[in-house]
């Protein structure tokens, strides 16, 4: 007995994707627009409610096509109403997705992979291991969801203007499903944003980096965190396949393209690891060399890491010599940290799958602020939150 042929999952699919999946059953390429704003703008899910489809497509398309969102395992809303969600994307894995409202802009941060391979000291999710890719629809399903859970209406104002690929997963790693993902968020026909307001976050994959100015340039920011290759060796393992020299020049590759004429560096702030005098002289002749915005990251501990928090002064002063130098620096304000939606803190309870502990000492300190000890383990997702 012959098994049937999967569904295709129609929220992964670009428009070009949407176009030939339409002619592949035999319908005419301006279906596949009407679909794309019927899935994106208007966030149906239901062949049958999509009324300006012809009714022996919408007939047809239960057959071939499904509309699939991951299950919704957990939705927290933290004091300054920035949001997380936990998405079960099958087989005990979770990915974490968070709205950051500001009075300007509303801001999601998704993720692209299950889990993360690169294993940055300073980040819980690296603790976690890779668990696997998440799929194109996956990705913008976070959005799709995010749209819905928040009210938005097809024709009221936008409330998702901005979307970082800064959750968990190094989204270059991911790089077949990504950029699907990000055609879709782009596209007139689906949610419509604005290059510059859509941002892939890396770790430094400068095959990858050099690929997406071609393919896709939307706006880039480049997790630094370290200003000479010795210490980047420790505090971002990525560093030893593509050394900073190398990663400088496509930076440098990815401006002739990109929609904005800076990089944004990322660099959190840890005691007496990254933020002493000489590291600021180091990030003054990174600045002069690529075109850049230091975005500072005061670093949200875990037990785990063996790391502090750089105190308020030393971040002062890193701003203060910094824009000295005419280097436009700002301090990430921290969001979201009292229900664990910070920057670093997407993964969970956190179990070290890396063993990164037993290859170097750990120094485990907290201080009355940061002494939270996060309480989901992804591993421990609840089987009933069906895909």
Same mark, same amino acid.
């Given at each position: 007995?012959?098994?049937?042929?999967?569904?295709?999952?129609?929220?992964?699919?670009?428009?070009?994707?949407?176009?030939?999946?339409?002619?592949? $059953?035999?319908?005419?390429?301006?279906?596949?627009?009407?679909?794309?704003?019927?899935?994106?703008?208007?966030?149906?899910?239901?062949?049958?409610?999509?009324?300006?489809?012809?009714?022996?497509?919408?007939?047809?398309?239960?057959?071939?096509? %499904?509309?699939?969102?991951?299950?919704?395992?957990?939705?927290?809303?933290?004091?300054?109403?920035?949001?997380?969600?936990?998405?079960?994307?099958?087989?005990?894995?979770?990915?974490?997705?968070?709205?950051? @409202?500001?009075?300007?802009?509303?801001?999601?941060?998704?993720?692209?992979?299950?889990?993360?391979?690169?294993?940055?000291?300073? %980040?819980?999710?690296?603790?976690?291991?890779?668990?696997?890719?998440?799929?194109?629809?996956?990705?913008?399903?976070?959005?799709?969801?995010?749209?819905?859970?928040?009210?938005?209406?097809?024709?009221?104002?936008? $409330?998702?203007?901005?979307?970082?690929?800064?959750?968990?997963?190094? &989204?270059?790693?991911?790089?077949?499903?990504?950029?699907?993902?990000?055609?879709?968020?782009?596209? =007139?026909?689906?949610?419509?944003?604005?290059?510059?307001?859509?941002?892939?976050?890396?770790?430094?994959?400068? @095959?990858?980096?050099?690929?997406?100015?071609?393919? %896709?340039?939307?706006?880039?920011?480049?997790?630094?965190?370290?200003?000479?290759?010795?210490?980047?060796? =420790?505090?971002?393992?990525?560093?030893?396949?593509?050394?900073?020299?190398? *990663?400088?020049?496509?930076? *440098?590759?990815?401006?002739?393209?990109?929609?904005?004429?800076?990089?944004?560096?990322?660099?959190?702030?840890?005691?007496?690891?990254?933020?002493? =005098?000489?590291? $600021?002289?180091?990030?003054?002749?990174?600045?002069?060399?690529? &075109? %850049?915005? *230091?975005?500072?990251?005061?670093?949200?501990?875990? @037990?785990?890491?063996?790391?502090?928090?750089?105190?308020? =002064?030393?971040?002062?002063?890193?701003?203060?010599?910094?824009?000295?130098?005419?280097?436009?620096?700002?301090?990430?304000?921290?969001?979201?940290?009292? $229900?664990?939606?910070?920057?670093?803190? *997407?993964?969970?309870?956190?179990?070290?799958?890396?063993?990164?502990?037993?290859?170097? @000492?750990?120094?485990?300190?907290?201080?009355?602020?940061?002494?939270?000890?996060?309480?989901?383990?992804?591993?421990?997702? &609840?089987?009933?939150?069906?895909?």
């Amino acid at each position: 007995m012959m098994t049937p042929a999967p569904l295709t999952n129609l929220l992964g699919l670009s428009v070009p994707q949407l176009e030939a999946f339409c002619a592949d $059953i035999g319908e005419k390429p301006f279906r596949a627009r009407q679909l794309a704003r019927w899935l994106h703008k208007n966030g149906v899910s239901s062949f049958e409610e999509m009324t300006d489809l012809a009714k022996s497509l919408r007939e047809k398309l239960p057959a071939v096509a %499904c509309v699939n969102t991951p299950g919704i395992v957990s939705d927290k809303t933290a004091q300054d109403f920035t949001r997380k969600w936990l998405f079960d994307v099958g087989q005990g894995n979770a990915v974490e997705t968070v709205f950051i @409202p500001e009075t300007n802009r509303g801001t999601l941060c998704v993720s692209s992979q299950a889990g993360c391979a690169v294993n940055c000291r300073f %980040c819980s999710t690296g603790k976690q291991g890779f668990a696997r890719n998440l799929k194109a629809d996956e990705i913008v399903a976070q959005l799709w969801l995010a749209n819905r859970l928040l009210g938005a209406e097809p024709s009221g104002d936008r $409330i998702i203007s901005n979307v970082v690929m800064m959750g968990m997963g190094e &989204p270059l790693l991911n790089y077949e499903n990504l950029v699907p993902a990000l055609h879709l968020m782009l596209d =007139d026909h689906a949610y419509g944003l604005s290059r510059r307001r859509v941002t892939v976050s890396t770790s430094g994959v400068v @095959p990858f980096m050099d690929r997406l100015s071609q393919d %896709c340039p939307v706006a880039l920011a480049v997790s630094l965190h370290a200003p000479n290759d010795t210490l980047r060796d =420790d505090l971002v393992p990525l560093n030893k396949k593509y050394p900073l020299k190398d *990663l400088l020049d496509a930076c *440098l590759r990815y401006l002739k393209y990109a929609p904005r004429d800076f990089i944004t560096f990322e660099y959190v702030m840890l005691q007496n690891v990254n933020d002493g =005098d000489k590291h $600021i002289e180091e990030l003054i002749g990174i600045a002069k060399h690529v &075109p %850049c915005k *230091l975005n500072l990251i005061p670093f949200n501990p875990f @037990p785990e890491s063996g790391l502090l928090r750089s105190n308020n =002064d030393r971040i002062a002063r890193f701003v203060n010599r910094l824009s000295e130098a005419g280097v436009v620096t700002t301090v990430r304000k921290t969001r979201g940290d009292d $229900i664990d939606a910070a920057c670093g803190q *997407l993964a969970g309870d956190v179990k070290d799958r890396t063993r990164l502990s037993s290859r170097q @000492p750990v120094n485990v300190q907290t201080d009355e602020k940061n002494e939270k000890i996060i309480q989901f383990n992804l591993s421990l997702a &609840p089987k009933s939150a069906q895909r």
